[in-house]
């Protein structure tokens, strides 16, 4: 089937005449292909470009260079257990959150309840984990348009949570840390100490990369009005996450479909509000993640002072075997909503996992964004919606 | 792109864009796009020079971004030089999986639990007798380490400790034979693996 086909908005044409000559040039459309092995993709993505001098046309995503057959992978597993450091593979970048969505869908499943220790510290591993993502969205972006400096700074930041990471699971990106019904370790005695820290040092950051890079001229002349997705498009093309609030819908499942214990906190929901051009556009995306961040840190801020004593392993079940039957978990990861749809079957292995990856959606709304722009901007608006390809793929 | 007409930025600094049909302010003839889609403008969008003479000469501009990036050389240096410069893991960094050696031999019984935990499938091992007290010893143990994934798994399941993750990062083979370790790669004494394992004990 002609790819073409699918995409929701019939394909707009090129001018047909040239204005000041009333006549028609011969000219035709041309087909360029972006990536997969370019900086500007954030991985293996192939998009073609089909433009017109220098005015995008159509763009037509390519996926699949990163497909692992996740899915598969999971039928074939000895246990439920065993699925968790693939799902870290997911979004590798924010591996907290993808193992946060699948052990809250299987203990669902199993009807267990962990000990109050274990939602604490998950709720801050995965804020934890919202900020890293956000820090390398952000860092990227910048470097995408042309800002290297901001990138550094973001990786400098985001060295400081790994370093909180490995010290309480030994993986700097991978972490294999919640489980079913618990956590492979508990924190270390300093972690409470260690968080605080992290936060007063991470506060002034904020300021300091909103005054580099948010409201740099160059920045805002690169992002603003640009790739304007409209909150009604956003909604139909089903997009989640900072891509869709940055478009000005509230809609945060964290929020809206409480999961674990965030109905405890108190946090705003940042959208966008078209504060340097039109809402929906590149810099209200970029500007979601930025508040995001801030939010995050109150979060992990609440949650590190109410972190009760206890045991992080007394609810690991020995085996796992839930009642035949299936389930759909969603949660809100940095890019969006994660849903697992997991069948049980009754034996020790799921008899299926499907994922719905926040990435692939948010994709999908890209060449809405795209038509009309400039080839530059394609970087631009690919940038603001933050993919990561181990997630589109799977 | 449509833009639906926005109010303007609350510092002033940025009108919207103007509709490109619309002649531009240098009075540039902007090209009109005949577009059979609604919504969707091809033409290109020209935008209004708004800089304002202290932005146009630069130099103040400069000198802000300066002085913001000339702060970070009196902070403390957070890079590494990485080969001269070693990093030390804290106990709970999860390294390659290694064999525990006590007393010149191998903890591990082959039982076969590491293997059949393993997601990816990357532990092989052929058990045989043994006159000593623990009867069963691996006769054959490979870790494929181009299948490892360094999840801790094995580490996790073992009944007798025998397997831990060490705190070795560094892995470079030459070709994928050199890649599968057999017991003479894999084999640690217990006094290298002594923060480790006494990290498990506590942590367990």
């Known amino acids: ?56 046309v159509d763009v037509i995503p390519h996926i699949g260079y990163l497909h692992r057959c996740f899915e598969k992978h999971c039928e074939h597993m000895t246990s439920y257990q ?69 990138f550094l700074y973001c990786m400098r930041d985001r060295e400081h949570v790994l370093d909180i990471f490995e010290r309480t699971c030994g993986a700097r990106l991978l972490y294999n840390y919640m489980w079913v019904g618990g956590l492979s370790h508990d924190v270390p005695p300093d972690f409470q100490e260690s968080v605080r820290r992290f936060c007063r040092y991470f506060k002034p950051n904020v300021k300091e990369l909103n005054d580099l890079l948010s409201y740099n001229k160059i920045f805002v002349e690169r992002t603003a009005n640009v790739g304007v997705l409209p909150a009604a ?22 929020r809206d479909d409480p999961y674990s214990i965030y109905d405890r906190f108190e946090f705003d929901i940042p959208v966008g509000l078209g504060l340097k051009g039109t809402v929906g556009d590149c810099w209200d995306r970029y500007m979601v993640r930025v508040h995001e961040m801030e939010q995050s840190v109150r979060i992990i801020e609440q949650a590190v ?12 079940p020995k085996r796992i075997r839930p009642n035949a039957g299936e ?68 | 792109m449509t833009n639906p007409a926005t109010e303007s930025a609350p510092d002033g ?28 403008s091809l033409a290109p969008q020209v935008r209004r020079k708004d800089l304002t003479f202290l932005q146009r000469i630069y130099i103040p501009e400069i000198v802000k971004g300066m002085v913001l990036t000339i702060k970070q050389v009196f902070r403390p240096k957070f890079t590494r030089q990485y080969p001269e410069e070693r990093w030390d893991p804290p106990p709970s960094f999860r390294g390659r999986p290694v064999l525990v050696e006590e007393n010149g031999v191998e903890r591990c019984v082959a039982c076969g639990l590491c293997a059949r935990v393993c997601p990816a499938l990357a532990i092989e091992m052929q058990a045989a007798e043994t006159p000593l007290e623990k009867e069963r010893y691996p006769e054959r143990f490979e870790i494929n380490m181009l299948r490892c ?23 470079v083979f030459r070709n994928t034979e050199d890649a599968i370790y057999g017991k003479d790669k894999l084999l640690m004494s217990t006094d290298r693996l002594k923060t480790r394992l006494e990290f498990l004990r506590k942590a367990r």
Not at chain 1, 23 to 42: A, F, K
């Open chain 2, 149 to 171: 994934i360094f999840c801790g798994f094995c580490e996790e399941a073992c009944p007798e400790e025998a397997i831990v993750m060490s705190d070795e990062y560094e892995l």
């Open chain 1, 82 to 150: 065993q699925v968790i450091p693939y799902a870290d593979r997911l979004d590798y970048v924010a591996a907290m959150s993808n193992e946060l969505g699948y052990v809250v869908g299987v203990e669902r499943l199993l009807g267990i309840k962990v000990p109050e220790r274990v939602e604490y510290i998950r709720v801050i591993m995965a804020e934890f984990s919202r900020i890293v993502s956000h820090l390398i969205a952000i860092g990227t972006y910048g470097m995408d348009i042309g800002a290297f400096t901001p």
């Open chain 1, 1 to 56: 089937m002609d790819p073409r086909a699918i995409t929701a908005e019939p394909q707009a044409r090129r001018p047909d005449t040239v204005p000041g000559l009333g006549r028609s040039l011969d000219s035709q459309e041309m087909v360029i292909n972006m990536g997969p092995q370019h900086p500007s993709t954030h991985g293996v993505l192939r998009l073609e470009l089909v433009v017109d001098g220098e005015i995008v």
């Open chain 1, 305 to 316: 002072e109410q972190l009760p004593p206890g045991d992080v392993q007394s609810a690991i």
């Open chain 1, 327 to 394: 389930l759909y978990a969603r949660t809100e990861t940095p890019k969006g909503e994660l849903g697992y749809y997991i069948v049980s079957d009754g034996t020790a292995s799921p008899f299926r996992v499907k994922v719905k990856a926040p990435s692939f959606v948010n994709l999908s709304a890209l060449p809405a964004m795209c038509r009309g722009a400039m080839i530059s901007d394609v970087v631009a608006i690919l940038g603001s919606i933050d993919i990561v390809l181990g997630e589109v793929d799977r």
């Open chain 2, 13 to 40: 600094a940025r009108e919207p864009i103007k509709q490109a049909a619309a002649p531009t302010a240098a009075g540039k003839p902007a090209a009109t796009g005949s577009t059979p889609t609604p919504g969707v």
């Open chain 1, 233 to 254: 498009v956003a909604v139909n093309y089903a997009v989640s996450g900072p891509a869709l609030r940055g478009s000005g819908v509230h809609w945060d499942l964290r």
